[in-house]
């Protein structure tokens, strides 16, 4: 039996769709996890690219954004035994180059930027209050890598009962097989999986539904 | 170029290798999760067979045990958008024979047992204060599923800065790609990965050692 | 200066108010923190009194009801630090009849109850994804100690920015002192102040007024 | 009866100790929290310079020491409830020179500074993480306010299982009533109370006896 087949006898995959009120979280997209030289490649660059008609919706939308980046002390302090594992995520400090977010994307005042050292955007971070903060009851997830980062922001997000829909042409990986088989699992246990364009769509009707029952009222 | 290249040429995968005093934790190796009937199969009855002598060993050589459980409220008070992703999980409650450790792994008593209602054993648990209480530096890592509970803890546990050391053969799933390409990913950024076998060997030569080195003392 | 002088000079105690969707939570009212033979006494009598009408309010107006209790492994196999500071925390195990909530405020089906180890309600536990699952923004809090679980939970609860109203006559303490100085960090810091009676009298006239405009509507 | 007499029959306050591995924990000594004019005030600079002798102590004996900050951003992106309780908070941003740590204590290159949007230096950061990479069991607790960020602090160390030892004359508060009461309250229930002094005393005969007992080996 293949593995499709015990997840779809065993019931994995349901649909958890939309809350009310959604957030757009892009995740690590900075320099370094762009660049194939660093830690990046793959199809990251092309994630970047299909993420901006999202975040230019969002930011229309008044859909809240929010961003993350790594970032270490420049001094070594506060380095991590994953800094032991993957030797480069040092190199991630507050002014590096590496750990900018990519021009492309770049944040707008007003939009929260997230620092964190570990590869899920909610350990050792205050999104989880910021969310609060915000209302939200729904992440979009843009970012990379979907193996690292995207795929340990979605298992959080799900244990605190955030509904999540990963953009799945909008997360990207340095290679194809890891962000393959992450999409799999994320979408038979953690989260929604759809293109950015149909979340586009998904949130345009959803919008336009609701200003339909207020002018009706 | 292939995934291991890049991984590879960007120096993942480095071993971060044993600290001075581990647990052996053993996730979710519950009846529900070792029937195929159920949310089980795969590999997981040969990596509960597998786990039986290093929990022998660990027991022997006074090194803590920590099993998990997952358990929901029988009356649904604390059901969580996980459930509504893979239905079956809202059977897991404290009585119910699905959600009870499999007869062979007994825990006993004195061994901690978390409750969980999530993938990870630390979220929305006491799990990292018990390390704390008990000077754990390192996580031996048996249990399934390798693609969700294992994946999600060791993820965690690394956040945290645990060592931690898969039992790779000791892990099990239900399908064997996801099981490879967890194993994969957590290998190349979260833990090493050595077999049951391998691990005994290896703290075995650690507490041979460390006797020595009392008695030349 | 006296204290409060310098506390308004310098802005404190500002009214954070009530969001749209409030729980109702009741920390540790249990056996053993109602007698004064065990860890109880003083004011906490009175409080569980004081809290009856605003739990028959909540469970009237479908306001979610939270309880929670300390529970420690009857093999004591999770004993923390803090039962060497308060040893006869260790006595509150599942069965025991100490960590029983009080008769009179009995959960029904359908109200979670948490357990955890420590003195915050979010500390090691499910609850902050409870909220998030609920929807909830605002928490009125009751129970006990004043000092001790209910003044670490409100700390919890305003850095999750969930806004928190303590009931202050439903709140107790074994002793007056520190059940006094801690309603007055927690109205200056982290929580407004008001009577069991004002807070049902604030939620009947917002309910009242949101029927108003639906019916207006 | 009495708080105290209440307190000891019911046996609270019993002493946990000093662990193997203490770090010097520096509580928000910032400009604001300093000057009377911002946040600060009342015996707050006394504690700071009663925090000379053990910050210097601690540099000589190579016991880790961390710092905290409160820091929020610029924008007002990621603005917290705390902030509407407590209005004059939003001002510490990152360059703001009400942020800063008092000069005299300066963090040296090599000591964690933790950023912080909340009163518990836990909330929200990787201290926990630092904790475990430095194989931390025991803090030493200075820093301001004893009934805010220090008390926050000191009650989630508890819950995590680190012994904290509070530095009764290095930590300060803006007024003198809560100051005391929360001292009382931690010293019962979450942490020893001793004066920098005999903190520096009992350390230097631990290390004394340590190295004794190596030398003769």
Redesign the interface.
Known sequence: ???DD??RR?????K?GFGQFPALLVVDFVNGFHD?E??G??NIPDAVMATLPLLEFARNRAIPVIFTRIVY?P????????C?????LQDLTEEAPESQIVATLAPR?????IRK????AF???????????K?I?TLIVTGCTT??CV??TV??A??????TIVASDCVGD?????HR??L??MGQ??SDLMRGAEIIAALDRRIAETVDSTEM?
Chains 1, 2, 3, 4 share one sequence.
């Not at 032991?84 to 480069?88: D, I």
């Not at 005042?109 to 930027?113: H, S």
């Open positions: 039996m293949s593995g015990i997840y065993q019931r994995f995959g349901q958890t194939p660093v830690l490649g793959g002390a001094d070594g302090s506060d380095a991590s035994l994953w032991q594992k993957v030797p480069r005042p007003g939009e929260i930027v050292t570990q590869a899920s350990f050792g971070t205050h999104l989880a209050a910021c969310l609060v903060a209302k009851d193996s690292g795929r340990a298992v959080d799900m244990s605190l009962n955030y509904r340095r290679a194809l097989d890891p088989a992450n799999f699992d246990k953690y009222a």
